[in-house]
């Protein structure tokens, strides 16, 4: 442990390959017994099933939710970014979800420098949250929200404004309306405490504000117009109401609008103005911990000098995250809680020790690959040895429209990369079981794990041709499950006869597979770990690349 050096040792039994190993995670490929809500199952996964049923040694599946991936408890699903926090890590880090509920817990939260800066703006003028309005614990809780909100409060906060983004992602559809009426209900007690705290702003997250990787600056301005300048082109008094009447079908046989997609809504007074624009003066503070979604928010409250969209009004106020979104860029300068520490990951191993890589995926994941894979870390190591690639996603519409996404392209630059012969490791994501699976539409989820199958197989045959090796596998579960079950007997849960619509991720394992020509003799996966997660994929492609893993790492999977 410690120290400084990065250089890996060669390995006692596996050779440095001479030609590139493939990893490729699946996002949101789980593992489950055959169900007509399992879309894997349901697909056409010729390749991914003899991966599993021909080579026993070479195959097998891992925990990829709760405490193996750092979140607080094993009722916590997996989620990309502690999924490929820990496949890149090779070491479980406890997570943004988990220093959250500590810092709040034991109140530390309101000793630190983050809310010191925050509290005096916020008791002068109005204190403003924004953040997912979900019990998720994906990017945010709402327990963690009310318990900031109570502590504002209790240190003399007068004035709170919420500023709420829709879920229906990692919730169940519909849930939008309780949260909404508890946030309703909640606020509305600190009332006798001479605390005025309002719902202000909101809408669906994946149209306001929670855009990520840059796919789509517009969302993040229709959130800055409904958070900041009390803009949206819908208006209510009252927030649930807003919900309700915006979640309606707009003409008769019309589909309900998901929560993900409720339009951006301002909440009026009698006199038809916004209660709570932000003002000069005012604290501002993002209540999501986890980073992706929120970085270009921050981007647009911290950067004076700012071109995506025009803001308007850049109003002078105090800012800042739950957590630090960008360590690198030390985006937002402030924080309320410090974020989990990441260091000594495969990929600066690999880098320092002159790994070549090529990391693709397209927009809505490319981070997954790159940022997560590295530790939360933007920048490459080494921009000589390492390729980021990003593939631009479609725009504004729901995957389920066009559920291939581009595998198609990711597929051909990966074959490139492996053909090229300039990259040691290349590492490609593939997001299509997880983005097709969150909008729960089960036969387009059908069709994007059958298209993601054939990509797998034009990969494996590139890799054959060129006689490198691969890893595959996935950072947590979404698609092979999509309804909701009664959690004792696991049976499909239904409402007025249609069964309620899984748009979530799963606690579901996840499968691992290795092989082609160029894996050395004799390495399988070993069987005596009792319970391998994600973080040991990590040094097992340290070993499948020839070196021996750093001891800061778990154990690896391989028997050689
Ligand atoms: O951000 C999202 O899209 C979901 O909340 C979680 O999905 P991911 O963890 O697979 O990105
Ligand atoms: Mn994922
Ligand atoms: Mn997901």
Redesign the pocket.
């Known amino acids: 442990m410690g120290g400084t050096n990065f250089q890996l040792k060669p390995h006692s039994k596996i050779p440095k390959p001479q030609k590139p190993l493939l990893v490729v995670v699946l996002?949101?490929w789980g593992q489950a017994a055959d169900d007509e809500y399992n879309a894997i199952s349901r697909a056409e996964t010729p390749c991914m099933d003899s991966l599993r049923e021909s080579r026993p040694e070479k195959w097998m599946l891992l925990k990829a939710h709760g405490t193996a991936v750092g979140l607080p408890s094993d009722d916590d699903m997996g989620?990309?970014?502690v999924?490929h926090n820990a496949l890149g890590a090779g070491q479980v880090v406890s997570q943004g979800a988990s220093l959250v509920d500590k810092s709040l817990e034991t109140g530390q939260l309101f000793n630190l420098d983050g809310w010191k800066y925050l509290e005096p703006a916020a008791k002068e003028h109005t204190l403003h949250l924004i953040g997912l309005l979900s019990d998720?614990g994906?990017?945010s809780r709402y327990d963690q929200l009310w318990l900031l909100i109570q502590g504002a409060a209790e240190r003399g906060v007068k004035r709170i404004r919420v500023h709420t983004l829709t879920d229906g992602?990692?919730t169940e559809d519909g849930t939008s309306v309780k949260f909404m009426e508890q946030l309703q209900k909640d606020l509305k007690s600190l009332e006798g405490k001479g605390c005025d705290a309002r719902i202000a702003s909101g809408g669906g997250r994946m149209i306001t504000t929670?855009d990520?990787y840059e796919s789509d600056w517009n969302v993040v301005k229709r959130g800055w117009e409904a958070h900041v300048l009390g803009e949206a082109p819908n208006k209510f008094k009252d927030p649930v109401d807003a919900i309700k009447t915006l979640k309606k079908p707009k003409e008769a046989g019309g589909k309900p609008v998901s929560d993900q997609w409720i339009p951006p809504f301002v909440i009026v007074d009698d006199d038809g103005q916004a209660v709570g624009t932000i003002q000069d003066g005012d604290a501002v503070a993002i209540f999501n911990f986890?980073a992706?979604?929120v970085v270009e928010l921050s981007k647009a409250f911290e950067y004076k000098d700012f071109k995506q969209f025009d803001r308007k009004r850049y109003p002078d106020v105090r800012f800042a995250g739950m957590m630090q979104y960008d360590g690198e860029l030390k985006l937002p300068k402030h924080f309320l809680v410090p974020p989990p520490a990441i260091s000594r990951t495969t990929g600066e191993f690999l880098a320092r020790s002159g790994v070549s890589t090529f990391a693709c995926s397209e927009s809505q994941?490319i981070g997954?690959v790159t940022f997560f894979w590295n530790g939360n870390r933007a920048a490459p190591f080494d921009s000589k040895l390492e390729t980021f690639h990003e593939v631009p996603s479609d725009q504004n519409i729901p995957f389920n429209e066009k559920p291939a996404m581009q595998s198609a392209k990711i597929t051909a630059l990966g074959i490139e990369a492996l053909k090229s012969g300039k990259y040691d490791q290349v590492r490609l994501n593939f997001p299509n079981p997880?983005?097709v699976g969150?909008t729960g539409d089960l036969e387009a989820t059908i069709s994007a794990c059958s298209t993601v199958d054939k990509c797998v197989k034009e990969l494996l045959e590139a890799v054959e041709e060129v006689g490198g090796s691969w890893l595959v596998t996935a950072?947590?579960g979404?698609a092979e499950d999509m309804v909701q079950r009664d959690k004792k007997t696991g049976k499909p849960l239904m409402a007025d006869g249609q069964p309620r619509i899984l748009t979530s991720?799963t606690l579901n394992p996840v499968p691992v597979a290795i092989g082609g020509p160029g894996l050395a003799k004799g390495v399988k996966f070993r069987t005596d770990l009792k319970e391998p997660g994600l973080a040991n994929v990590g040094p097992t492609i340290i070993n499948l690349l020839g070196f021996e893993a750093p001891d800061n790492m778990v154990p690896t999977l391989l028997s050689a």
């Open positions: 996002d949101g989620n990309s970014e999924g998720g994906v990017h992602r990692d929670m990520r986890r992706d979604r994941k997954h997880d983005m969150h950072d947590h979404n991720h």
